[in-house]
Structures are given as structure tokens and as C-alpha cells.
């Protein structure tokens, strides 16, 4: 099948909905489909063969954080474009409601036409409006696929309707033979943390305000920080007895992160909110690195309630060092985790998830659903609404 993906995020931006893309793109290319995805680009520069750039993204507040988006008179115009030369047998976009580029190519498809749903949030003034606007184009979508139940409950709140849960995927074989960095974890133990290190939903003040209560324990643990951003101002306030203990390595690649997970005895996931399923936790858990993560549902959901990961109170530092201890403590803990953890991420590998959404692609092409576009115009004229935020070099 030809297929079309449009992803309305920065693509070399780092974001879970850009690597789902990019993970399950590659998929369907190895299953033998033909796949173009189209996403806005802060450079063209090393940009898979598949991917098609829109040009720089502007930033913008949604969903709790700073995302990358683009749209426009110009942006709206390449993505008729792309979507005309495509000539695709299913047009697949992600996140149909962000005002980027997947309610645009809604707006312009003429085929059938799949939606994902991945964003977790309570009811969103912003996002009622955009389902309002956005009404007639989100008639013209054929089938509807939600990764999470979280993101599920947040489409029918917003759009009403329903959609079938199909989870997130993992290449688990590119995590299979992840090894720990040089030096790591040493002579003691090891903690990790991945994300953005100053988006506050990614609670890593949570976590350091729980090292030191861990280190009484364990004096020899460390914490690696790998992610984006300056977490400086954050560890300043780690007392000074600590702050050694605490390596921050900055960004790393998608084929660095196997032997980041594996740097650790446990990977942490200390988040506040505003997540819809839990990618990192099965790249951890593919690693063969326990996961000790806050009780947000979704989470729980991907952890089997405890079974595959231990959790703790959200926001509750407190109990984070409690389960910290607890987990490190025991040796068959950490190993049930391990293999738990290492079993329930086999179960979300792509090959198997890529089945899934194939069937539906083929379901929505064999119906030979054909839809006249709409005009993008008066979509444009009321996005002008909402606040962009000016371009900054840390966003």
C-alpha cells in the first residue's frame, strides 16, 4: 500500500509522537508498504529518505509543554501538494486536532483517511475549541485509533465518538543488546532518568528531592540525567553532598539510549502528568532495566498494576525514596521486575503492533471511501486565535 503520515510535531525535535512515527514507519517499510511521512523540520539536514520537511515550526504552548507546530496559508499549500503527488491508498495523521499539520491534511484528503489519538488531558478549553472548528474535517475520518486509554477518554471528551486502543510499539530488537556505559554503575548502584530535564511534568524535581533520602541507604548510588535542556538551577538544590553523585549527559541518540537504561539498576519515571501511555517504560523494561515510575494510569496500565514495574504517589517524593529503597533492597525484586519487565515489552514490539494498524488501513482502503476536500480557509482565519509564542533557542 502507498501511505501517507503525518506527523504535526518538530521531527527532529525529541517527542514521543515523532519517534512512534518514525519507529512505526520503518516498520511498514520492512513489511513492504511504500510510506511518506510529512512533519515539519527545524533542518533538513539528515532527515530519513521517507520523511518530508514543511519547513521550521513555530513554538507554541499545548498540552502542558512547549510544542513545535506548524500551519499557515504557505504550510497549508504543501500539504495539498504532498497529498496530491502522494496519490495514497490511506492517509494516516497524528494528533488530528493540534493546530498543525494533521488538521490541515484532513481538511485536504480526498481518501480514506486513519486518525491517532496519543495526548492525555483533562478537559481543555483550547481543544474543545479546535473540535468545534474542526467538526467537518473530523467527519471525513474513516477510522480512529487511540494508543492508550487515557488518550482514548480524552478524544471522547473533546470530539465525542469513540476508537479502538491500539498501544504504542517498541523495537525491542534494538534494545536487546544495550549495555552499560563506561563506568557504570560502578561500585555501588545506579539510577536513570530520561527526558526533558526542565519541562516540570517530567518531575525530575521529584526525584532529586528523593536522592538524598535514598543515598543514606545506598551512600555509593549515582543518578544519570540524560535529556535536553539545563538542569543546573534544579541540582542547586540537591544538598552539596549529593550533587557529586549526579551526572547529567545531556541529549542522547535513539542508538544511545539502550546502554543509558542499562547504565542504571532502575530506571526511573518520577512524571506528573499529561502522559497517554509510556514508550520510555518499555524502552527500559526492552533494556532488561527495572522501572520504578509514578502511579499515573497510564503507567499503571503499561506496568500491569505492579506486575512488571513497581510505582509510587505521584508528586510524593517521600514515597518515591521509600520505593526506591525497597526495590534496591531486595535482589529477587529487581530481578522479577527484570524479567517481567523484559516479557510485557515483547508484547508492544512493532512487528506485532504495525499488524494491527495495517488491518485497519486495509479495512478503511477496501471500503473505497472517497471524500471531497474542504476548504482550509476558514480553519486559518480562527487559528489566528490562539498565542504563538516567539522563537527561543531553548525551546
Not at 526525584?207 to 549515582?222: D, M, S, T, Y
Not at 506528573?272 to 514508550?279: L, V
Amino acid at each position: 500500500m502507498k501511505i501517507g503520515i503525518v506527523c504535526p510535531y518538530a521531527w527532529d525535535v525529541p517527542g514521543g509522537v515523532s519517534a512512534h512515527i518514525n519507529d512505526l514507519a520503518i516498520t511498514l517499510i520492512k513489511l513492504g508498504h511504500e510510506v511518506s511521512v510529512l512533519a515539519p523540520a527545524e533542518s533538513d539536514q539528515n532527515l530519513p529518505d521517507f520523511v518530508v520537511s514543511t519547513g521550521q515550526p513555530r513554538a507554541i504552548k499545548y498540552n502542558g509543554s512547549v510544542a513545535r507546530l506548524s500551519f499557515g496559508p504557505v504550510t497549508a499549500r504543501k500539504v495539498s501538494k504532498w497529498i496530491e503527488e502522494g496519490e495514497f491508498d490511506v492517509l494516516h495523521v497524528h494528533e488530528p486536532l493540534a493546530p498543525s499539520l494533521s488538521v490541515l491534511a484532513v481538511w485536504a484528503a480526498k481518501g480514506p483517511i486513519v486518525a491517532t489519538w496519543h495526548s492525555s488531558m483533562d478537559r481543555s478549553r483550547m481543544m474543545l475549541s479546535l473540535a468545534k472548528l474542526a467538526q467537518t474535517a473530523m467527519e471525513k475520518i474513516s477510522a480512529r485509533i487511540a494508543v492508550s486509554e487515557a488518550a482514548r477518554t480524552t478524544l471522547v471528551a473533546h470530539v465525542g465518538g469513540d476508537a479502538v486502543i491500539i498501544p504504542n510499539g517498541v523495537d525491542t530488537s534494538a534494545f536487546i543488546d544495550a549495555h552499560p556505559k563506561p563506568g557504570w554503575p560502578g561500585e555501588g548502584k545506579a539510577l536513570v532518568f530520561l527526558g526533558r530535564v526542565d519541562e516540570p511534568r517530567k518531575g525530575l524535581e521529584i526525584l532529586l528531592a528523593a536522592f538524598p533520602k535514598v543515598r543514606e541507604v545506598f551512600p555509593n548510588l549515582r543518578l544519570m540525567i540524560a535529556g535536553p535542556g539545563d538542569p543546573e538551577e534544579i541540582i542547586d538544590e540537591v544538598p552539596n553532598q549529593h550533587r557529586s553523585a549526579i551526572t547529567h549527559i545531556g541529549l542522547v541518540s535513539n542508538e544511545e539510549k539502550p546502554d543509558v537504561f542499562a547504565s542504571g539498576n532502575v530506571y526511573v519515571a518520577p512524571n506528573t502528568g499529561g502522559e497517554s501511555f509510556g514508550i520510555v517504560l518499555l524502552e527500559a523494561m526492552a533494556s532488561g532495566t527495572p522501572v520504578v515510575a509514578s502511579n499515573l494510569h497510564a503507567f499503571q496500565r503499561v506496568l500491569e498494576y505492579g506486575v512488571s514495574g513497581a510505582t509510587f504517589e505521584n508528586e510524593n517524593s517521600e514515597d518515591l525514596a521509600k520505593v526506591l529503597i525497597e526495590v534496591l533492597s531486595d535482589s529477587d525484586r529487581l530481578a522479577a521486575l527484570k524479567a517481567a519487565g523484559y516479557a510485557r515489552s515483547a508484547y508492544f514490539d512493532w512487528t506485532i503492533v504495525a499488524a494491527r494498524i495495517v488491518e485497519i488501513y486495509e479495512s478503511v482502503h477496501l471500503s473505497g471511501v472517497k471524500v471531497e476536500p474542504d476548504l482550509t480557509g476558514q480553519l486559518l482565519g480562527r487559528l489566528g486565535r490562539f498565542r504563538i509564542m516567539p522563537e527561543r533557542n531553548d525551546f
